[in-house]
């Protein structure tokens, strides 16, 4: 063989090699995370998640024998940031559908990209009301809003003997998340005419929470009520309230840093008995849930908590639709049709039920494409000895009993 | 007692407790800053990365408890050092070439240099943030009723030992009147017979093991991740112009200073506006003082 028809056979096997690999590509799924900086963990957590979802349904064949693949792209918990890498992740990676986001900050930026660029988001932790209630078509959301993340408290209070608070303090970040949370357990406590003696809200990343203590401090309130979207405020606030000597029935956080085993692990026996209405992980009594738990553990050596289940289940649901969808290749009009196949949405996931509707929440916002059974994922939980986060109300979702009110702090 | 007695009594308790917790936290950020006004004093750089060497002293003094089990505190004898030796390093074969170049170049050159260090901690170290409990600092002491928490406490009586030392080190020893002279005049102080050079290099080793020190007496106290240094440095900038671009008394009155506003604006006024407050402070000391609190105009 001539050099010249060397050369020409090798193209040719490059080139049908390449053209095969073309049919074969897999299926890409964009997900905008903090993969550095403070929020970093969380950005860990869903890659987890993700990577594990991925590799079960890829080895189960795909879909329809086209594997799928999540791309990350670090935002480092900066909401320009995250509009950035989400225009990145559709424009140059091309990805048929968003998911991620991390915070509701950054997720409203990605939200109103995927909107601009007419490309699905299928949001899975961010929970600010206002990201499925601006009217997105493109936007879709599994996990529960912001304004239901009290309802599992709220139960809580009028179910308990005895619990309605005589008083509460609510200190939260300004943030969309903490500003939404906030105004959802105030405008209920005010309903049931509980005064709230303090309203307090402060910049994230604070370095000193002594001076906001000192003041709810000198109301003796008989809740307290902490509102942190990153967990280094979680943690600081809670251990800077028993520093000053606050002692109240209990301390109550909302997801976010109060539902995340570093809490625990960082503040040891000051996390003990202090509450967080929000988290929802699955129902722990379903058995599909608690397998995954059990699977998830044995991988990574340690128990998913709300992230974890809301990462995997989101790449269950994406591929549930995917594969409903019938593919062209051409990548605008795919991602019109996985919108109208996330639409068909009807299944259960290890998170629990889901199916997209458009209806009205708590504090009356108007959702587009939010989980029609949000209402049922809100779980009170409480951190106990051993630095575990078990689910006490309401009875259905229980793990283990609730202490309150709170004797550790009794001095 | 009386209803009103009691009122005012905790009326007073949370002044009080404000006005601990202010300059505790002030105490804090006036270590940082000290080692900032200091290097910009005698070498005209203001030096960005700073922020990083406060996270490499609190990832010393980390690893240091969490591997060798030596108490953060007492690291301070390893990591100060070793940073002043580091901090020397970097003048003699990083800095050096650039510094006459101008202001400008050195100030982008310190940005570039926190993005290495700060990706590199990244690298190294990963995202995680950490905090440190020191199983005897727990929970506070509480005297008077007033909440101390003991590693801000100790944190506080190290930081006035630095700084007794720094003053002792400046006014009183060969170097320190050195270090002085070239920070009035590096002109005239090499005409008396100071080596420039080798002083800019002491005085950088000196800021870097400052800086470390501070990150050492944080590290109880608050928590640590490889870009902590972002939210450090800013605060750290106020102070120092605060105070005076270039005095380490000024350094310690602003750091002081904006504590204690920052502690009694969020229980007084508002903690939304905590960060507003201290700025508003800021811009006012500026419009009526230019040259800061304790400055010294130089032409």
Not at chain 1, 102 to 118: F, N, T
């Amino acid at each position: 063989m001539s050099y010249k028809a060397k050369l020409l056979a090798a193209l040719s096997l490059s080139l049908a090699l390449s053209s095969g690999a073309l049919a074969q590509s897999t299926l890409k799924i964009g997900a905008p995370q903090p993969m550095t900086g403070p929020d970093a963990p969380f950005g860990d957590k869903f890659q987890k998640a993700y990577s594990m979802a991925v590799e079960e349904i890829n080895a189960k064949g795909g879909i329809n024998g086209r594997n799928i693949e999540v791309i990350i792209e670090d935002h480092q918990a900066k909401n320009p940031l995250a509009a950035t890498v989400a225009e990145k992740l559709i424009t140059q990676h091309q990805v048929l559908v968003l998911t991620g986001g991390r915070a509701s900050g950054q997720a409203v930026e990605i939200a109103s990209v995927a909107q601009r660029l007419k490309t699905p988001y299928m949001v899975d932790h961010p929970s600010a009301d206002i990201i499925t209630s601006k009217g997105f078509e493109w936007v879709f959301r599994n996990n529960p809003t912001g304004s239901i993340y009290p309802e599992a408290f709220n139960k809580f209070i009028i179910e308990v003997p005895n619990a309605l608070p005589k008083s509460a303090a609510v200190v939260y970040d300004n943030t969309v998340f903490g500003k939404t949370i906030a105004n959802s357990a105030m405008t209920f406590l005010k309903s049931k005419n509980v005064p709230i003696v303090n309203d307090e809200a402060y910049p994230v990343n604070s370095l000193d929470f002594k001076p906001i203590m000192t003041k709810v401090k000198a109301n003796n309130p008989d809740y307290v009520l902490l509102v942190a979207v990153s967990t280094t405020d979680a943690i600081l606030m809670t251990r800077h309230a028993k520093e000053i000597g606050i002692t109240p029935r209990a301390f109550v956080g909302f997801g976010g840093g109060f539902g995340v085993v570093d809490f625990a692990k960082q503040l040891g026996p000051l996390a003990e008995n202090v509450f967080s209405s929000a988290a929802w992980s699955g129902n722990p009594n379903e058995p599909a849930t608690k397998e995954f738990y059990d699977k998830f553990k044995a991988k990574y050596g340690f128990l998913p908590k709300e992230h974890e289940v809301e990462g995997y289940a989101a790449i269950y649901i994406i591929a549930d639709a995917l594969k409903r969808a019938k593919l062209t290749g051409n990548v605008d009009a795919d991602r019109e049709t996985v919108r109208q196949s996330l639409l068909q949405t009807d299944m259960t996931t290890v998170f629990g039920k889901i199916k997209f509707a458009n209806w009205e929440g708590p504090l009356g916002d108007k959702y587009t494409n939010q989980n029609a059974y949000s209402r049922d994922h809100s779980v009170l939980a409480q951190w106990n000895a051993k630095g575990e986060l078990l689910n006490v109300w309401p009875k259905s979702n229980a793990e283990t009993d609730y202490v309150f009110p709170d004797k550790a702090l009794v001095r | 007692m009386n209803r009103a007695g009691i009122f005012l009594e905790s009326k007073m308790e949370i002044f009080a407790q404000s006005v601990v917790s202010g300059v505790l936290t002030g105490s804090l950020y006036a270590m940082i800053a000290v080692g900032l006004t200091i290097v910009f004093g005698v070498m005209r750089i203001i030096n960005l990365a700073h922020g990083e060497m406060v996270m490499l002293g609190m990832f010393g003094a980390y690893w240091s408890y969490t591997l060798l089990g030596i108490d953060p505190f007492l690291s301070i004898v390893i990591w100060a050092p070793a940073m002043f030796a580091g901090g020397m390093l970097i003048h003699r074969f990083l800095l050096k070439d650039v510094i006459p170049r101008g202001e400008l170049n050195t100030l982008l050159y310190t940005a570039g240099l926190s993005l290495l260090v700060a990706n590199l901690a990244l690298f190294f170290f990963t995202g995680d943030y950490r905090t440190l409990n020191l199983p005897y600092a727990l929970m506070p002491a509480r005297p008077f009723g007033i909440a101390v928490p003991i590693p801000l406490a100790i944190a506080l009586a190290m930081a006035i030992a630095i700084t007794i030392g720094l003053y002792l080190l400046l006014s009183r020893t060969d170097v320190g009147r050195a270090i002085r002279a070239t920070a009035q005049n590096p002109h005239s102080a090499a005409l008396m017979g100071v080596n420039v050079l080798r002083i800019d290099m002491i005085t950088f080793g000196l800021g870097t093991a400052l800086a470390a020190a501070a990150g050492v007496l944080l590290v109880p106290s608050l928590y640590l991740y490889p870009t902590v240094g972002e939210i450090l440095i800013v605060k750290c900038f106020v102070i120092v112009v605060l105070g005076g671009l270039g005095s380490v008394p000024g350094a310690i009155a602003g750091g002081i200073l904006l504590g204690l506003v920052e502690s009694l604006g969020a229980v007084y006024v508002s903690v939304a506006y905590k960060d507003t407050i201290g700025f508003v402070l800021f811009l006012l000391v500026l419009l009526f003082r230019p040259s800061g609190l304790l400055g010294v105009g130089r032409s």
